[in-house]
């Protein structure tokens, strides 16, 4: 299964680099030779939508801010899920689509989109300071959500 690994954020932006750091963890600790590739974006709707063209299976990482969370905090949701809690999704920004408009435009136009795609979202703390360093409860995340996906995709293959 043509699998693809796409951590999302900004790495300067102390937690919300929380996506790329897991990504680059897995790059890691992936064994050479791995079909399984990595990547990571600071980028959303549209280009984020292109960027899983071709393959069958994406998991992406992202920080989330909800509420009343917990930092640290690791989701595992659905794109379902994710248009759930998202908001109104034709209009999420002048610019660009949200990610859940994207996908359904680009199946209508019958791009080849992955059937199976999985978020894991960590919840943040602080997303506007700069700083190439999380703060300690996201920081402590990080290996936790870098196992989780390893043992998901293990699993997958046996």
Known sequence: MKTLILGLGNPILTDDGVGVRVALEIQKQLPEGSPI???EVS???LTLMESMISYERVFLIDAIQTKNGTPGTIYRMTVD???????????ASPHDASLITALESGRRMGIAL???????????ENVIDFSEQPTSLVAEAIPKLTKIILEEI???IE
Do not use: F, M, N, W
Request: charged content about 25%; cysteine-free.
């Open 37 to 39: 590739e990595v990547s």
């Open 43 to 45: 980028v959303g709707g």
């Open 81 to 91: 899920d994710l248009q759930a809690i998202s908001p109104t999704q034709h209009s």
């Open 114 to 124: 992955p059937d199976e795609i999985i978020i894991y979202a960590v919840e943040v």
């Open 154 to 156: 293990r699993k997958s």
